[in-house]
């Protein structure tokens, strides 16, 4: 458990995919045991702001690094980690006022692609159902380490302007809510973790009181593969 915690206050400094990789391969070997599985966890997110009339879903990639904890049910586990690479927001808004007019003017017919990165850290219980199947459900915390709208403009099919506006002071640093989602296992159990998973904001990201209500929703497609040479026992 000092491992885990240890790898985790790393993780917490670590913003890059290369990193994440780097990291992953110093500590793999280490890391997985008779109890405990290490490895990358990343894929495709589908992702979406409910209380925003209009856009389109945003399609990211997101990154990170898991723990399988297992418990003494050989069925069931704690899923943990950090996903350090998780883009949040939406498409194709509408454009707003920069107060500005040179600007205003330049993206006048264009729109916005708003942008949300986290890193977020679950704490899911897994449930093996069989060799190769699994449910896994619970809590999930995002800290906010970047956001803006990209203001774009495009003549025909090419996009012909681009501007990006800092929005950090209009969302709060944190979000939480519920992730669940089930997978399938390779390799008669014993390979990588194919799944889906789904995000359920709980929180109000706006820092405006007198705006609608924004919650974060996304999902997910995701491949865990175990890193280092010593696979936890199955």
Known sequence: MKKIILVLALLSFTFTSKSQIIISLLF???????KIEFGLDGGLNYSTLEGI???????????GLYF???LKNPSWMIHTGAIMKSPMGIDHLPVYTLNDNILDSAFTGGYINRRLRYIDIPVMVKY???RNFYVEAGP?????IKSFDEFIKK???????????NTKDAYHLLDAGIIGGLGYRLLKGHGMNIGVRYYLGLVNISTDNSAPKQYNRSFYLVVGIPIGSKKASQ
């Open 28 to 34: 793999g070997n280490k890391l997985n045991t008779g």
């Open 53 to 63: 009339n209009g856009g389109k879903y945003f399609t990211g990639l997101n990154l």
């Open 68 to 70: 399988d904890i297992k």
């Open 128 to 130: 093996r159902i069989g």
């Open 140 to 144: 999930l915390v995002g800290f906010r």
């Open 155 to 165: 003549e025909g099919d090419k996009t012909d302007l681009t501007y990006d506006f």
